[in-house]
């Protein structure tokens, strides 16, 4: 007869819990973002900000976004994203009267 082993539910010291195959391969799920990707592409970022690519790149062409472009490819900081939306939520304050 065996006896029952306990199995550790949490991973060694300094080693990152693994969910799932996504977060081993450092890969998101279509439709998710990675939640430590700081860099994203045009569809990463028309995600994160509710908008389209189309709407991305028209915001990339007429400068009112920054961008910057890593091995040829243009990427977009969640941390320029994040000033962007910021910055819209002021001019909407103002505009309506609120503030």
Known sequence: MSSAVD???????GVAPVDDAYSASGTSPPGMLHPRRRLLDYSQAAE???TTERHMRRLRHERRISSVKVGGKVRFDRKDLDAFIEARKDMAEDFHGVG
Do not use: K
């Not at 199995?7 to 010291?13: F, G, I, L, M």
């Open 48 to 50: 994160y900000l509710g």
């Open 7 to 13: 199995v550790p539910t949490r991973p060694p010291a």
